[in-house]
Every structure is written in structure tokens, then in C-alpha cells.
């Protein structure tokens, strides 16, 4: 029989114990099931029509490339085939282990990549599959592409002489890049690396715009909820805090931001939202959302409070968030609603929403916008070419911003889908603005 679309099987057979093969004969790789080749590849070709800058890399992009270790979210299916394109040799493993499209990690594995994922891992799948990802015999990564900073964190804590082959990493989440600052202060960076999250093409795009569309996707798909009139409190104010208050006040929700930094703190009194402590509104909110990046930022005080059916989700990188843990105890009740939806009720009755398990909710369950990706994966192709062919002595073993004109030129590629038109600087005006006619146009500390 073909393979159910919606994975819908009775088949509970972990894929680590099953043996699979693809067409070609070839067994390394470990995805949920490789019939699903033939759904996924559809995928894909509906995904680059949604890419335009990635699918069309190859042509624009004539750079030698590298051997790659890959580890990027869901639906980077595109990347890693332009990467393929571009001669690199990539091996992946998810980011998250309810990030993964299995229909498309068949039709990767199918194509002959190693690919070393499924939806709904455990904890201990997860670093499974990364182990198989990496340790490969007579393979040597010599480029990181990391979405977390938990494959770099598995090389330098299983693997630490693969760092002399390595040439940099390229990181592109706010939990990875502040992991990275942490080794490199501590003078432990072996490496270059290049903070992706910060360039303005991830950071403006996929972390603002992303978020802005996706956070009512996964709440919709999970809850059927309507926003008209909820009161909700966003926990943080950066790029996906910005986001998700912009499309919930835009559905005509009652917004309330918590906030460490004066700075966005101002930033969101401005846009109109009130600025609380978590404390003053936990009783009264329907939707509690995190974007902090930290931890600890909803504890089990916090969920004793809440009202009945509150829903509680994250939207930040990291699964530290909301105190999940503390919800394990005997005298709560979970029951599984849906696929990422618990319902954990207290002994009083009282139940609360949890959305994924505290785990990322647009990666887990919805989809992310494929043009948004198509940014940040032409940003990360160009960081790792960039640091692949950078003349020794260029990057240090420090943390980098990728340049500016590269920023530029992301951007550029991708403004021909809506027939943009861009004005030139006549000779005069910019030599007014003491800037190049072709950029950068802005400086390297914009952000």
C-alpha cells in the first residue's frame, strides 16, 4: 500500500529500529518511513516555488564549496539541495524534535542525503541523531550549520579534535548566537563563527515577519480559537515578540508585554501595548506566549494561577521557557487532546492548554512562510561560503556580524518576486552621502 500522506499509520516501530533502504540502495540516513519519498518531493517543488533567491543560487553563485554539516529547521529542504548543488557534502539532523516534515526527510533521504530525523523524537532520539550525524567513519565536517547551538555543543563535548579540521560555524538563532558569545568570552571558541540571527535579513524577516503570520497559524491549528477580544500576554518585546503583538493586536486582541530591557520596554509602550509584570495579569489572560529566550520565564507559581483553560505556548528557540517540568507531579492530570496539545488539569478541575509541550510552536504546529525562509537560507549560504573562502587570518576565533553588502544583496535577490523597482543614486548624490553607488548603504552596526 503507498504510504499515507498525513503519516496516519498504526506503524509505532521507532525508525531507529527499522532497516530502510532508498532506491539507490543506501542505508544511512533514519527518517520516519522512505515510501513517503514520492509525497515529500512534491513538497519540495512547491517550497521553491516559494524560494526564489535558494532555488536560483547555483546560477547567481560560482563559489568552490564546502563539506557540510547541516542541521537546519523544517522545510530547509531547499538549501540543503542548492547547497548539494553547489558541490557541498551535507549531512542533517533536526533542530527540534517536532520540526521535521517526515514526507521530506523521506524524499532528502531518497535523493541520497544522510538525513537523521523525524516528528516527535525523544529526548534521547534527538542526540541520537545528531551522534549519527557527526560521528560518520572516514567523513570530516568542515563547516557547522547550526540552528540552537546543540550541534556545536555535541562536538565540543564528544568530538572535540573535529574542531581542527572545522573552519567556522554559522549559527542562526538568538539561543545559539548567545551560546556562542558565552564560549567565546570564556576564550573556548575554537572556531570563527558567524551570528546569522543578527544580520538583518534573519533578524527583520524571519524573526518579525515570520513570527507576525505563524503565531496565529499554530494557535489556529491546535486550538480553533478566536482572538477577537482575548487578553493575551506576550513575554518579551524583541523581533518575535514585536511580531506576534502586531498580529494579535491586528485580530483584535487585548495585548499585555512583559519586558526586561527599558529599550523594547519603550518600544512596546509606543506601539500601544501595556507594559505589566507577568504577576499582575496572570489570573486574567486567556493566552500566555513566550519570546524571551531564557528560562524560568513562566514557573509553576505562575501556572497554579491562571485561569481555567488558558493556553500557554512558546515561541522562542529553546524549551526552557515555561517550567514544564514542574507540571510532572502526581497530583496533576495530563491528557492528550491532539497531536501537541496536553491538557493538564489540577485537582480542583482547572485545566490549562499546553501547546507543544513548551516546545516551539510555529516549528511544531504549523508551517513556517517559505519565502521568509528563502532569506534566512540564501543568509546562511552566503555566511558559510563566506567564511569557507576567507583568506586565513580574516575571521578570528571570535563571533562575527555577516557583512552588510551581503545583508544587501540577500535582500536584492529577493525583490524581483514583487516586481520592485530600485532607484540609483545619481554620481552627485552619492557623493553627498559619501556612500558607493552599489552600497552598503548602511553601516556595519546598523541593526
Not at 550525524?133 to 540552528?147: F, H, R, S, T
Not at 574542531?163 to 554559522?170: E, H, M, P
Not at 493556553?311 to 514544564?324: A, F, R, Y
Amino acid at each position: 500500500a503507498a504510504a499515507s500522506y498525513t503519516d496516519s499509520s498504526d506503524d509505532e516501530t521507532s525508525p531507529r529500529d527499522k532497516q530502510q533502504k532508498n532506491s539507490k540502495g543506501s542505508s544511512d540516513f533514519c527518517v520516519k518511513n522512505i515510501k513517503q519519498a514520492e509525497f515529500g518531493r512534491r513538497e519540495i517543488e512547491i517550497a521553491e516555488q516559494a524560494q526564489p533567491a535558494v532555488a536560483d543560487f547555483p546560477g547567481v553563485c560560482c563559489h568552490p564549496s564546502p563539506l557540510l554539516l547541516i542541521f537546519p529547521v523544517f522545510l530547509a529542504q531547499v538549501l540543503m539541495e542548492t547547497l548539494g548543488a553547489l558541490g557541498a557534502q551535507c549531512r542533517w539532523a533536526a533542530c527540534n524534535i517536532y520540526s521535521t516534515l517526515n514526507e521530506v526527510a523521506a524524499a532528502l533521504a531518497e535523493s541520497g542525503f544522510p538525513v537523521f530525523a523525524w516528528k516527535g523524537e525523544s529526548e534521547d532520539d534527538f542526540w541520537w541523531c545528531i551522534d549519527r550525524c557527526v560521528n560518520v567513519e572516514g567523513w570530516q565536517p568542515n563547516m557547522i550549520l547550526d540552528d540552537g547551538g546543540d550541534l556545536t555543543h555535541w562536538i565540543y563535548k564528544k568530538y572535540p579534535n573535529m574542531f581542527k579540521k572545522i573552519k567556522g560555524i554559522v549559527e542562526e538563532s538568538v539561543t545559539g548566537v548567545h551560546r556562542l558569545y558565552q564560549l567565546s568570552k570564556a576564550g573556548k571558541l575554537c572556531v570563527p563563527a558567524m551570528n546569522v540571527n543578527d544580520s538583518v535579513t534573519k533578524q527583520k524577516f524571519d524573526n518579525l515577519y515570520c513570527c507576525r503570520e505563524s503565531i496565529l497559524d499554530g494557535l489556529k491549528r491546535t486550538t480553533d480559537m478566536m482572538f477577537g477580544g482575548k487578553q493575551v500576554v506576550v513575554c518579551g518585546y524583541g523581533e518575535v515578540g514585536k511580531g506576534c503583538c502586531a498580529a494579535l493586536k491586528a485580530m483584535g486582541s487585548i495585548v499585555y508585554v512583559t519586558e526586561i530591557d527599558p529599550i523594547c520596554a519603550l518600544q512596546a509602550c509606543m506601539d500601544g501595548f501595556r507594559l505589566v509584570k507577568l504577576n499582575e495579569v496572570i489570573r486574567q489572560v486567556d493566552i500566555v506566549i513566550t519570546c524571551t529566550g531564557n528560562k524560568n520565564v513562566v514557573t509553576r507559581e505562575h501556572l497554579d494561577r491562571m485561569k481555567n483553560s488558558c493556553i500557554v505556548c512558546n515561541m522562542g528557540h529553546s524549551n526552557t521557557e515555561i517550567d514544564v517540568a514542574s507540571l510532572r507531579t502526581p497530583e496533576l492530570t495530563w491528557e492528550r487532546v491532539r497531536s501537541q496539545v496536553d491538557h493538564v488539569i489540577w485537582p480542583d478541575g482547572k485545566r490549562i492548554v499546553l501547546l507543544a509541550e513548551g516546545r516551539l510552536l510555529n516549528l511544531s504546529c504549523s508551517t513556517v512562510p517559505t519565502f521568509v525562509l528563502s532569506i534566512t537560507a540564501t543568509t546562511q549560504a552566503l555566511a558559510l561560503i563566506e567564511l569557507y573562502n576567507a583568506p586565513e587570518g580574516r575571521y578570528k576565533q571570535d563571533v562575527y556580524l555577516l557583512p552588510k553588502k551581503m545583508d544587501e544583496y540577500v535582500a536584492s535577490l529577493h525583490l524581483p518576486t514583487f516586481d520592485a523597482h530600485l532607484t540609483e543614486l545619481t554620481d552627485e548624490q552619492a557623493k553627498y552621502l559619501g556612500l558607493n553607488k552599489n552600497g552598503p548603504f548602511k553601516p556595519n552596526y546598523y541593526r
